[in-house]
């Protein structure tokens, strides 16, 4: 288990983390927006904080979320004066969803080290993006009410080929000059 505060792996069973002596949340979770009301303020706020958790729900909706904004960037400054702007807030996207993704990876009880796995060229990234969609064990065995954030895995994962077909499509306009 990861501790929220500094980040140190810690022994299952630990109670308070043997680095900084912080209180480890075993049987619940209340370190990190659970519902994922503020996603994007999570998102944004913590664009250089590489400790604590993140869930999946606020992970992929915010990341899609900016990823659309990129979109629409690139689609309204595209061969302007203005593609400055979207370098600049490219830069900044990369490094909040790397953050993410560190956050994302310890809510699953994993090393933020696994994102060096987008270093091998596309078996590490699908490998990664395979560990960033799976739930973390406490989320498994709970009963939400909530419609939304109870979405089953089919929807999700359809949610997330719409995007990708989408992305596509908008990458093969964008060659064809349409």
């Known amino acids: ?36 009301d503020n996603f994007l303020i999570d998102f944004w706020t913590n664009i250089i904080n590489f400790d604590g958790k993140m869930n999946k729900y606020s992970f992929w909706a915010a990341v899609l979320t900016m990823s659309i904004v990129n979109i629409i960037i690139v689609a309204l400054l595209y061969d302007t004066n203005g ?7 490219d830069l900044f996207f990369i490094i909040a969803t790397l953050s993410a993704s560190v956050r994302r990876l310890h809510d699953m009880n994993r090393s933020g080290a696994y994102i060096l796995l987008n270093l091998i060229p596309f078996v590490g990234q699908v ?14 065995n709970k009963k939400i009410d909530d419609p939304i954030n109870s979405m089953d895995n089919n929807s999700f994962y359809l949610l997330i080929g719409i995007f990708v077909v989408i992305c596509i499509i908008a990458c093969i306009l964008s060659k064809l000059n349409f």
Request: charged share 20%.
């Open 127 to 140: 490998v990664l993006l395979v560990m960033l969609l799976q739930e973390n064990e406490m989320n498994k």
């Open 83 to 89: 593609m400055l702007l979207w370098y600049l807030y």
């Open 1 to 36: 288990m990861f501790c929220t505060k500094c980040g140190l792996k810690n022994p299952v069973d630990a109670i308070f983390c043997y680095k900084c002596g912080n209180k480890l949340f075993v049987g619940e979770n209340t370190d990190f927006i659970e519902s994922g």
